[in-house]
């Protein structure tokens, strides 16, 4: 075989392997479910370090809500996505795409009880409208797809109307509800019973008890690309630069 057409083929090998991709935009396209393929069922945020599951509401249309609908209080499930606090928690725990695993809810950070008399509601630290730090919901929906919250930071209306009302851009993502979704984080005040959630309809954070039934997003700490290739993938790399070496050694003795 030609050199030519060895490095061909390793080129091809590392882009199957998912090796290749740009690294300039905020949202980078992460396993894609055909090889080489553009349909991503995951975006890495290049700014946030996080990757969010393309589906923000793919516990419904894998069939895990139709699978597993019932239960009671935290560990309820609606086959329409909706799940108590505990069952969103486990379902992201469980989750597996494309081979990886270590998937989780969106973390709030709980400042102590800031807003939570509604004092400053419009643009409280994390019990409010129009927060774009302490939360990772909140951080996708203000500074990486550019929405707007229900309320500015003076507390007047910004226009927000049915049927979408402040979700007005989704971005590469599908299935991404105009309501509620839930955090991983209790609410420190009352850990036993709350939990924080975040409003993709008006753009507000709050908490509520975890027996109320909110839409799960998986998110995943850092880049997926990172994962360990598979050992039959690595030994797929090796033999192509192993067959390089044999036609550089065959070069040199022609």
Not at 103 to 125: E, M
Not at 134 to 151: A, I, P, R, W
Not at 196 to 216: A, T
Not at 234 to 254: D, Q
Request: net charge neutral; hydrophobic share 40%.
């Amino acid at each position: 075989m030609k050199k030519q057409q060895l490095l061909s083929v390793l080129s091809a090998g590392l882009l199957t392997l998912g090796m290749a991709g740009s690294a300039d935009a905020a949202l980078v396209g992460r396993l894609p479910a055909t090889t080489g393929g553009t349909d991503y069922q995951a975006y890495y945020d290049t700014v946030a370090n996080l990757t969010w599951l393309a589906d923000a509401n793919y516990a419904a249309t894998s069939g895990y809500a139709t699978a597993n609908a019932g239960g009671l209080g935290y560990n309820r499930i609606n086959a329409n996505g909706r799940m108590g606090w505990q069952a969103a928690n486990a379902w992201a725990a469980q989750l597996t795409v494309s081979g990886v695993s270590g998937w989780r809810l969106p973390d709030t950070i709980d400042v102590g009880n800031d807003g939570a008399t509604f004092t400053n509601f419009y643009q409280g630290v994390d019990y409010a409208y129009n927060i774009t730090t302490h939360s990772e919901l909140s951080n996708m929906f203000f500074n990486v797809l550019g929405n707007k919250s229900y309320y500015d930071t003076s507390g007047a209306q910004t226009g927000c109307t049915f049927p979408d009302y402040c979700l007005t851009n989704t971005g590469l993502f599908s299935n991404l509800q105009s309501s509620d979704y839930w955090s991983a984080t209790e609410y420190a005040p009352d850990n036993i019973t709350s939990a924080w959630f975040f409003s993709m309809s008006s753009g507000s954070q709050i908490r509520n008890v975890k027996n109320k039934m909110f839409y799960g997003w998986a998110v995943q700490s850092g880049d997926v690309s990172a994962v360990p290739v598979p050992a039959a993938a690595w030994l797929f790399g090796s033999g192509l630069l192993g067959l390089i070496g044999v036609a550089r050694r065959k070069s040199t003795n022609l």
